[in-house]
C-alpha cells in the first residue's frame, strides 16, 4: 500500500461510525483468560480497541494496517483527559499563526478573571522563570495530565479556533466545549477569559480580549445519558446517574489519529501536517514520552510520580522505575467517571518494534456517579497492561520487509530540559549549646510545589544526610526540643552530579535562652535609662562638637541573636557595617566610628529615612561602651 493510500486511509477512519472486529484481535482475545472476560461482559465494560501495525517502506515512510475491535463512536465514552493533546497541538499552531515577534511558546502568558468562578493567573512557581506559558501548560498536561494548565490553554485556544481547526483537518465529531475548573458550572463554560502574552521584562507581546459570545455544538451521537441513582439504607442520594450531552467528546478513532498524525508528521505531505515547527514536534513527542522525573522543571516528587505514572499499557502504573532505555511509551490517556482510555505508540528502539494502540474501558459496575466507587485498579489497568502486552508479544515475532529506522523518536540520549536527573548530598551536624544532639528535619523546596522530605532524623552525634535533586531551591528546617525551628535555604540549580554540601546547624538550650533574654532585658532598661534622661537634640546642642580623645560615637543600627536574621538590604547606600559579638550572646551591627556626637546624630537622621528605625547612638570610650547618660555621669563631657 503506498503512503499516498494511507494517508487517504488515516482521515477516512475518522467518519466511520463502526468498524468490523479484526480476526487477528479476536484470536489474541480470545486466547487470553483477562480479555476474554472484558470482551464477554462488553454490555457492562463498553471495550473498544484500535491496534495499527506498522511497516516501513524501502525509504523508511510508514504503511499502516489498522485492526479494530467493539470500534463505534456511537458508543460513547467520556474522554477526560484526552482533549489535552489536540490543544496542546492547537495551541503550538495558533502561536505559530499570529506570527507576532516576540510571541511563542515560552513567552510569559498572563490570564485575567472573566468569569468570578475562573483563575487569574500571572505566576507559575513551578516554572524555572516562575512565570506561566504554553511550554509549560503544556508539559503540566502530557506529563500529569494537569486540569489548571488545560483550562488556561483551552481559554487561550477558544471552542470556536478550536472547532474550526479540527474540522479543517477532518475530525468534525469531536466536541471540546469546557475548562476543568471544578467550580464553573456548564453555561459559562462559553466564556473565555482574556489572555495577555508578556515578554521577560515584563511588557505586553500580545493581548487576546475576552470573548463572551456564544455558540451552540451538537451534542455527540449516541445515548448520553449514563446510570441510574443509588440511595443508602436512609433513602439518602449516595451517586446518580449522569448526561454527558454538553460534555467533551472524542471518538477513539479520532484521538488514535490524531496521535499518529502527529508522530508521522515528518512523513506526511506538507498539507496533511500540523502547523507546527520542528522544534515544536521534538517538544511536543518527547515530553509525551518522557517520564515525570526528566522533566527538570515542573520537578515532581519521584515518590509520588512513578515513572509509570500514566502508562497503563505495557507497564499497568505499577512500576516506580523503569530501568529500561530501549522501551518508550508516547501516550496520552483519560481517567474520569469510571471511563479509562490509553492511546499510544509503542516503541523499542533496540528490537526496533513498533506498533499503536488505543482502548477504552467502562470501569463502574454499578452504573452510578459521584461515589468515587470505580474499578481502575481491579479491572481497567489489568485489561490495559495485559492488552498491550499481548500485542508487544505478536509485534516481537512478526517478519517486516524492511526494519525500521526508529531515530527521530530516540529522543532520550540527548539532554531533557535541565539535562539528566542530577543529584547532590547534604551531610551536616546539628548541635546545642556546641554538643551533638538529635534532631528533625524536614524539607521543602522553595517554591512550594513539593514537599520533599517531610522528616529526616539526625542520628544520636547529631550527624544527618540529605539526598536531593539538584537545580532546585531548598528551605531546610531544623527542630530539636525546647527551642524554635531554624531555617536554612540552599540554593541547588548550579551543582553537579554528586556535589557534596556542608551544613551546621547550632541551637541554645532553653536555659541559655532564658540567660540572653535577662540579659536583653537589662540592656533594654538600660538604654530607656539612658534616652529618657537625656534628648537627642539636647544632647546634640550641649555636646555635639565636643572632641574627647579616645571617645567616638557610634549608631547601633541592629542586635540578633542568629546573625542571618539580620537584612543588610535595609540599609544600603549607607556606611560600612561593622559586626561585634559580645559576651552577652548577641551580636550587634554598628555604623560609623565618629569623633563628635553631631557626626552619628545626622547618620541617625538618615537611618530613621530607612527601615532601620530602632537604630540609637552609643558612646564608646578607650574600649567600653556607654550610652548617653552615663557619658554624662561620667564627667567626660563638659
Given at each position: 500500500?503506498?503512503?499516498?493510500?494511507?494517508?487517504?486511509?488515516?482521515?477516512?477512519?475518522?467518519?466511520?461510525?463502526?468498524?468490523?472486529?479484526?480476526?487477528?484481535?479476536?484470536?489474541?482475545?480470545?486466547?487470553?483468560?483477562?480479555?476474554?472476560?472484558?470482551?464477554?461482559?462488553?454490555?457492562?465494560?463498553?471495550?473498544?480497541?484500535?491496534?495499527?501495525?506498522?511497516?516501513?517502506?524501502?525509504?523508511?515512510?510508514?504503511?499502516?494496517?489498522?485492526?479494530?475491535?467493539?470500534?463505534?463512536?456511537?458508543?460513547?465514552?467520556?474522554?477526560?483527559?484526552?482533549?489535552?493533546?489536540?490543544?496542546?497541538?492547537?495551541?503550538?499552531?495558533?502561536?505559530?499563526?499570529?506570527?507576532?515577534?516576540?510571541?511563542?511558546?515560552?513567552?510569559?502568558?498572563?490570564?485575567?478573571?472573566?468569569?468570578?468562578?475562573?483563575?487569574?493567573?500571572?505566576?507559575?512557581?513551578?516554572?524555572?522563570?516562575?512565570?506561566?506559558?504554553?511550554?509549560?501548560?503544556?508539559?503540566?498536561?502530557?506529563?500529569?495530565?494537569?486540569?489548571?494548565?488545560?483550562?488556561?490553554?483551552?481559554?487561550?485556544?477558544?471552542?470556536?479556533?478550536?472547532?474550526?481547526?479540527?474540522?479543517?483537518?477532518?475530525?468534525?465529531?469531536?466536541?471540546?466545549?469546557?475548562?476543568?475548573?471544578?467550580?464553573?458550572?456548564?453555561?459559562?463554560?462559553?466564556?473565555?477569559?482574556?489572555?495577555?502574552?508578556?515578554?521577560?521584562?515584563?511588557?505586553?507581546?500580545?493581548?487576546?480580549?475576552?470573548?463572551?459570545?456564544?455558540?451552540?455544538?451538537?451534542?455527540?451521537?449516541?445515548?448520553?445519558?449514563?446510570?441510574?441513582?443509588?440511595?443508602?439504607?436512609?433513602?439518602?442520594?449516595?451517586?446518580?446517574?449522569?448526561?454527558?450531552?454538553?460534555?467533551?467528546?472524542?471518538?477513539?478513532?479520532?484521538?488514535?489519529?490524531?496521535?499518529?498524525?502527529?508522530?508521522?508528521?515528518?512523513?506526511?505531505?506538507?498539507?496533511?501536517?500540523?502547523?507546527?515547527?520542528?522544534?515544536?514536534?521534538?517538544?511536543?513527542?518527547?515530553?509525551?514520552?518522557?517520564?515525570?522525573?526528566?522533566?527538570?522543571?515542573?520537578?515532581?516528587?519521584?515518590?509520588?510520580?512513578d515513572d509509570s505514572f500514566k502508562k497503563y499499557f505495557m507497564y499497568g502504573n505499577k512500576v516506580k522505575v523503569i530501568d529500561s532505555d530501549?522501551?518508550?511509551?508516547?501516550?496520552?490517556?483519560?481517567?474520569?467517571?469510571?471511563?479509562?482510555?490509553?492511546?499510544?505508540?509503542?516503541?523499542?528502539?533496540?528490537?526496533?518494534?513498533?506498533?499503536?494502540?488505543?482502548?477504552?474501558?467502562?470501569?463502574?459496575?454499578?452504573?452510578?456517579?459521584?461515589?468515587?466507587?470505580?474499578?481502575?485498579?481491579?479491572?481497567?489497568?489489568?485489561?490495559?497492561?495485559?492488552?498491550?502486552?499481548?500485542?508487544?508479544?505478536?509485534?516481537?515475532?512478526?517478519?517486516?520487509?524492511?526494519?525500521?529506522?526508529?531515530?527521530?523518536?530516540?529522543?532520550?540520549?540527548?539532554?531533557?530540559?535541565?539535562?539528566?536527573?542530577?543529584?547532590?548530598?547534604?551531610?551536616?551536624?546539628?548541635?546545642?549549646?556546641?554538643?551533638?544532639?538529635?534532631?528533625?528535619?524536614?524539607?521543602?523546596?522553595?517554591?512550594?510545589?513539593?514537599?520533599?522530605?517531610?522528616?529526616?532524623?539526625?542520628?544520636?552525634?547529631?550527624?544527618?544526610?540529605?539526598?536531593?535533586?539538584?537545580?532546585?531551591?531548598?528551605?531546610?528546617?531544623?527542630?530539636?526540643?525546647?527551642?524554635?525551628?531554624?531555617?536554612?535555604?540552599?540554593?541547588?540549580?548550579?551543582?553537579?552530579?554528586?556535589?557534596?554540601?556542608?551544613?551546621?546547624?547550632?541551637?541554645?538550650?532553653?536555659?541559655?535562652?532564658?540567660?540572653?533574654?535577662?540579659?536583653?532585658?537589662?540592656?533594654?532598661?538600660?538604654?530607656?535609662?539612658?534616652?529618657?534622661?537625656?534628648?537627642?537634640?539636647?544632647?546634640?546642642?550641649?555636646?555635639?562638637?565636643?572632641?574627647?580623645e579616645g571617645l567616638t560615637f557610634k549608631v547601633q543600627i541592629g542586635a540578633y541573636k542568629f546573625i542571618e536574621n539580620f537584612n543588610y538590604?535595609?540599609?544600603?547606600?549607607?556606611?560600612?557595617?561593622?559586626?561585634?559579638?559580645?559576651?552577652?550572646?548577641?551580636?550587634?551591627?554598628?555604623?560609623?566610628?565618629?569623633?563628635?556626637?553631631?557626626?552619628?546624630?545626622?547618620?541617625?537622621?538618615?537611618?530613621?529615612?530607612?527601615?532601620?528605625?530602632?537604630?540609637?547612638?552609643?558612646?564608646?570610650?578607650?574600649?567600653?561602651?556607654?550610652?548617653?547618660?552615663?557619658?554624662?555621669?561620667?564627667?567626660?563631657?563638659?
Open positions: 500500500m503506498s503512503l499516498r493510500s494511507n494517508i487517504f486511509f488515516l482521515l477516512a477512519v475518522n467518519v466511520c461510525f463502526a468498524q468490523n472486529n479484526s480476526d487477528l484481535l479476536a484470536s489474541v482475545i480470545s486466547a487470553d483468560p483477562i480479555l476474554k472476560n472484558i470482551i464477554d461482559k462488553k454490555e457492562t465494560y463498553k471495550p473498544q480497541i484500535i491496534y495499527t501495525q506498522i511497516d516501513r517502506d524501502k525509504n523508511n515512510d510508514p504503511i499502516f494496517t489498522d485492526h479494530t475491535y467493539l470500534l463505534d463512536s456511537t458508543n460513547y465514552f467520556y474522554c477526560a483527559s484526552l482533549v489535552k493533546l489536540p490543544c496542546s497541538i492547537l495551541a503550538l499552531e495558533k502561536l505559530n499563526e499570529l506570527n507576532i515577534k516576540g510571541l511563542n511558546k515560552q513567552t510569559y502568558m498572563f490570564t485575567d478573571r472573566t468569569v468570578a468562578c475562573s483563575a487569574f493567573v500571572d505566576k507559575d512557581t513551578s516554572s524555572a522563570s516562575g512565570y506561566p506559558s504554553i511550554e509549560h501548560y503544556i508539559k503540566k498536561m502530557v506529563l500529569i495530565s494537569d486540569n489548571s494548565s488545560y483550562s488556561r490553554t483551552f481559554e487561550f485556544l477558544n471552542p470556536k479556533y478550536i472547532h474550526k481547526k479540527l474540522s479543517g483537518y477532518g475530525y468534525p465529531n469531536i466536541r471540546i466545549v469546557h475548562r476543568f475548573d471544578p467550580i464553573c458550572k456548564p453555561e459559562v463554560n462559553h466564556i473565555m477569559n482574556q489572555v495577555r502574552f508578556m515578554d521577560r521584562n515584563l511588557e505586553l507581546v500580545y493581548k487576546q480580549e475576552a470573548d463572551p459570545k456564544f455558540v451552540s455544538y451538537s451534542p455527540p451521537p449516541g445515548n448520553l445519558a449514563f446510570g441510574v441513582d443509588v440511595y443508602n439504607k436512609k433513602k439518602k442520594l449516595v451517586s446518580e446517574k449522569k448526561d454527558f450531552t454538553y460534555s467533551n467528546y472524542i471518538p477513539l478513532s479520532n484521538i488514535h489519529s490524531i496521535l499518529k498524525r502527529l508522530l508521522f508528521h515528518n512523513h506526511l505531505p506538507e498539507k496533511n501536517r500540523f502547523n507546527i515547527t520542528k522544534s515544536d514536534w521534538e517538544f511536543l513527542v518527547k515530553h509525551i514520552g518522557m517520564y515525570p522525573r526528566e522533566a527538570g522543571y515542573p520537578r515532581y516528587d519521584p515518590t509520588k510520580f530501549s522501551m518508550r511509551v508516547f501516550n496520552m490517556i483519560g481517567y474520569s467517571y469510571g471511563f479509562l482510555v490509553d492511546c499510544a505508540y509503542i516503541v523499542n528502539y533496540k528490537t526496533e518494534t513498533e506498533f499503536m494502540l488505543s482502548s477504552v474501558v467502562y470501569t463502574n459496575a454499578r452504573n452510578s456517579f459521584g461515589s468515587g466507587s470505580y474499578e481502575y485498579e481491579s479491572v481497567g489497568i489489568p485489561f490495559l497492561k495485559e492488552l498491550s502486552t499481548e500485542i508487544y508479544k505478536l509485534e516481537s515475532k512478526r517478519r517486516k520487509s524492511y526494519e525500521p529506522d526508529l531515530s527521530e523518536f530516540d529522543l532520550y540520549k540527548s539532554k531533557s530540559d535541565t539535562g539528566k536527573v542530577i543529584r547532590i548530598t547534604v551531610i551536616g551536624n546539628i548541635t546545642v549549646n556546641g554538643n551533638p544532639s538529635t534532631g528533625n528535619i524536614i524539607v521543602k523546596s522553595v517554591n512550594k510545589h513539593f514537599l520533599y522530605y517531610p522528616e529526616i532524623a539526625s542520628d544520636k552525634i547529631g550527624k544527618f544526610t540529605l539526598n536531593l535533586l539538584a537545580g532546585e531551591q531548598y528551605e531546610l528546617e531544623f527542630n530539636v526540643p525546647d527551642s524554635p525551628p531554624q531555617i536554612i535555604d540552599i540554593d541547588t540549580k548550579k551543582n553537579k552530579d554528586n556535589d557534596t554540601m556542608n551544613v551546621y546547624v547550632d541551637f541554645m538550650s532553653a536555659r541559655l535562652e532564658k540567660m540572653i533574654k535577662t540579659k536583653q532585658d537589662s540592656l533594654f532598661l538600660a538604654m530607656l535609662k539612658a534616652y529618657n534622661k537625656v534628648s537627642l537634640r539636647q544632647f546634640s546642642e550641649k555636646y555635639g562638637t565636643q572632641k574627647l538590604t535595609s540599609v544600603v547606600g549607607m556606611p560600612i557595617i561593622i559586626r561585634e559579638t559580645f559576651d552577652d550572646y548577641i551580636t550587634r551591627f554598628t555604623m560609623g566610628n565618629y569623633a563628635t556626637y553631631n557626626e552619628a546624630y545626622e547618620l541617625l537622621g538618615r537611618l530613621k529615612e530607612t527601615k532601620a528605625k530602632d537604630a540609637f547612638i552609643l558612646a564608646v570610650y578607650n574600649g567600653k561602651r556607654l550610652y548617653l547618660n552615663e557619658l554624662i555621669e561620667s564627667g567626660l563631657l563638659k
